[in-house]
């Protein structure tokens, strides 16, 4: 098992060294140095404690998705329907959090309860789509995405606008999970709750995994359905829960960044977080701790890549398409799997 | 004495295995010299030497008493050398000839003669008694024709050796009696065979001469005329071994399971059992044999619950459980060693203590309030271990996709024994495993019923049939055709019955079955 997760460990290091490579050579063909971009890049993500804050900041929805994926994969499902499920989570948070005026503990418990429910209730629906009538679930997914989408564009400029057209009203500061002592210990960072009860999720998420019924049930569909079904565990059950979980973690996302990070929900974007997810936890080899990690490691990229730009003349295009890659290779970190793989697997072919 | 091939010494690793070691095969013009040893032996890697797949790093290869080297199957070809996979290589939707010709089509300016390859695979197909039709579709026909049209396109080439890899292995009874037979008009022709197999009983009946390997090293050759099935055996796994199985007396107790006019419908809403009754006692074995395909993997799968029922009602000791869920199921009492282990069986990325726990995971003391309990589940797993000697490498931590497939099945078993069911269902307990494993795992079986548990054997080994059974069942295209003593009976009217010739119909219609399928 030790050697199972340090080979997972060097996967998820290897792809993120080509990405990196592969963006040094960006910056080499834009005639910059690369190790001097590679240095602002991270010293913007890391120097002080406001960075490191933002950088927190911007891997919590990171890793709410990450873990979404990540659960639903076990599964043997494909949770391509986080964008719609972080659009709804934090559309039902932002709701909740607009028209109640309650004090701030109990409000934040009911904005995260609602946006829990919400991305469970999309996730939910793919899920019997599948379970019923056999609807593979990236369709299903994807097409929810786009159902949230436009629900967020026809609802929030009619019932919640804000200054702008595109926009909703700014929450009040107890509907935000900013909390002051956090701000004032990062010396005004974006951090805010939302990373506690990411951190939460990933604990309760590992439980569930490792010491229970319901995980070694959904691990065993996952692995191999058919011996699941021979065993008398409920197949199709197990995928509706799997993907409610799921919907509910990046429902959760969806909160951690509009009325955590953000303080609107905004119309007409598709957040990027959500497709993100995927990558993340492919490069946290789909267990919760490696989501963490890769979750992170998005966030110092994503709160560097601005002081970099200020500092050298790598144009901030350059500084996307280096995210860019490192995504790419984390989505095809299987690849990189497989090479390992074959080769131990040839080695234990010939051993048989 | 005149040997056509010659493998000399041959030695071949790969990393970390020492897959064949001083091995040597010396075949005789005209002979049928059987290849025998366990899977993993190293028989493959020593027929991809001679055929050209692999080189070897020691020792040579004469033909006809010339050393030759073997780059590629192309020169194993040219050297008249032929293989007969076991898997065969047809192209579906071609004709027999078409399938033969592929790749040395014969040219009339710039089309291709099949007229003359038809007219000379028909020569060749009644030269040696193999009634095959050249243009007949390769998706018509049976599936010991197929293997025909393998062997003739090996003749068509000019072979004058031939290797045949576990060729029975797909065959029904009748089919392998028609098969002994070609392989003696091809010997008669000067043709010379190895046989690859682990069939003792195949090698005593049609085999001059054995070679035994044994975990990649060479044991001996042995003529097989002065040598029995034990000897061979023995050399083959390395320690003496009896086949004998003893069975308590027969004391049928109450009826556990009664099939009343099922009928199930396969996956393309066929109906493949029909109308199929049939009562099972405690105490008793009953047999299941059939040709693969004729209704007995639904029959399984409607008495487990994985397959709806279309008609007809399933008992199990007097409680109709036909709308029952699995679970329901093998909580009362049914449990269910599956035809493929790796797919259904065994959940392969686990550990073999999670995969023991695969029926029994929601029951104290494995869980409790919803949690597993990690100590009880790894006590039940060295129990299981223990008591039905699963190896591996880690102990109850190993993957299950790591183990070999003998082992793989001594847990499945370990883990369905362990749920002391009233039912026992096995398909195919033995499919694959290696002589020591099948005789291990018959003796389990038969303890079962010596304990007075209810077990239904379906089998497609008709030898596993006729030791274990009491009583047997013949399906054929998804209806009974008869049940018969085990006793009483043998493998020839077994054989016949498969093919759907009723025991009473035998005098009227002999001579008419069998090969015709």
Known sequence: MRLQVNKDFIVGLSSVFLGLVAGAIFMAFTGNNPFEGYNYLFAGGLMNLERFGNTLAMATPLILTGLSVAFAFRTGMFNIGTPGQVIIGGLAATIVGLTLNIPKPLLLSLMTLAALLGGAVWGIVPGLLKAKFNVHEVVSGIMMNWIAYWITYYLVPSYFKGSFETESRHITQAASLKAEWLTGLFKGSYINLGIFIALVCVVIISIILKHTVLGYQLKAVGFNRHAAEYSGINVNRNIVLAMMIAGALSGLGGQTLYTGYASSIQIGVMPSQGFDGIAVALLGATSPVGVVGAAFFFGILQSGKGFMNAMTDIPSEIGDTIIACIIYFAATSVLIRNFFDGNLFRSKKGGK | ?????????????????????????????????????????????????????????????????????????????????????????????????????????????????????????????????????????????????????????????????????????????????????????????????????????????????????????????????????????????????????????????????????????????????????????????????????????????????????????????????????????????????????????????????????????????????????????????????????????????????????????????????????????????????????????????????????????????????????DRIAVVNHGELVGIVDAKSTNEKEVGLMMTGIRAHERSSSNGNGGSNK
């Open chain 2, 1 to 469: 004495m005149e040997y056509v091939v010659e493998l000399l010494n041959i030695g071949k690793s790969f990393p970390g295995i020492r897959a064949n070691d001083d091995i040597t095969l010396c075949l005789r013009k005209g002979e049928i010299h059987a290849l025998l040893g366990e899977n993993g032996a190293g028989k493959s890697t020593l027929m991809s030497i001679l055929f050209g797949l692999y080189q070897p790093d020691e020792g040579k290869i004469r033909v006809r008493g010339t050393e030759v080297q073997i780059d590629n199957p192309n020169i194993a070809n040219e050297l008249g050398i032929g293989m007969v996979h076991q898997h065969f290589k047809l192209v579906h939707n071609f004709t027999v000839t078409e399938n033969i010709v592929l790749g040395i089509e014969p040219h009339k300016g710039i089309t291709v003669d099949l007229k003359q390859a038809s007219r000379k695979i028909r020569d060749l197909s009644a030269q040696y008694g193999l009634n095959v039709d050249p243009d007949a579709k390769i998706e018509d026909i049976s599936v010991g024709m197929q293997q025909r049209v393998e062997i003739l396109k090996m003749l068509y080439r000019n072979a004058e050796v031939l290797i045949f890899d576990e060729p029975t292995a797909v065959l029904t009874p009748q089919e392998i009696l028609d098969l002994l037979d070609i392989m003696r008009n091809l010997i008669k022709d000067g043709k010379s065979i190895i046989l690859i197999t682990h069939k003792l009983r195949e090698i005593k009946a049609i085999a001059d001469r054995c070679t035994v390997i044994r975990l990649g090293k060479f044991i001996g050759t042995v003529d097989v005329k002065d040598t029995d099935e034990e000897r061979m055996a023995e050399m083959m796994i390395g320690r003496r071994i009896s086949f004998d199985i003893h069975k308590k007396p027969l004391e049928p107790g109450r009826t556990m399971l009664k099939i009343d006019n099922l009928t199930v419908l396969n996956s393309r809403k066929v109906p493949a059992l029909k109308n199929f009754s049939i009562e099972l006692k405690a105490g008793e074995i009953l047999g299941i044999a059939g040709v693969e395909g004729n209704g007995q993997s639904e029959l399984v799968e409607a008495l487990t619950g994985l397959r709806k029922v279309e008609s007809g009602t399933i008992l199990l000791d007097g409680k109709d459980i036909t709308a029952m869920t699995i679970r329901e199921r093998i909580e009362n009492g049914i449990a269910h060693i599956p035809e493929d282990r790796q797919r259904r069986g065994l959940v392969l990325d686990y550990t073999i203590e999670e995969n023991l726990i695969l029926e029994k995971h929601r029951r104290l003391p494995f869980s409790k309030n919803g949690f597993l309990n990690h100590k009880a589940i790894r006590e039940h797993a060295d129990e299981v271990i223990s008591a039905f000697d699963v190896r591996s490498s880690n102990g109850p931590v190993t993957m299950a996709r790591t183990m070999s497939g003998g082992n793989q099945q001594k847990a499945i078993i370990g883990r369905e024994f362990d749920l002391n069911p009233e039912v026992l269902i096995a398909v195919q307990p033995t499919r694959g495993l290696d002589v020591g494993s099948i005789v291990y795992i018959h003796r389990r079986i038969v303890e079962q019923r010596d304990a007075g548990k209810a077990v239904l054997l379906v089998s497609l080994e008709l030898d596993e049939i006729l030791d274990l059974s």
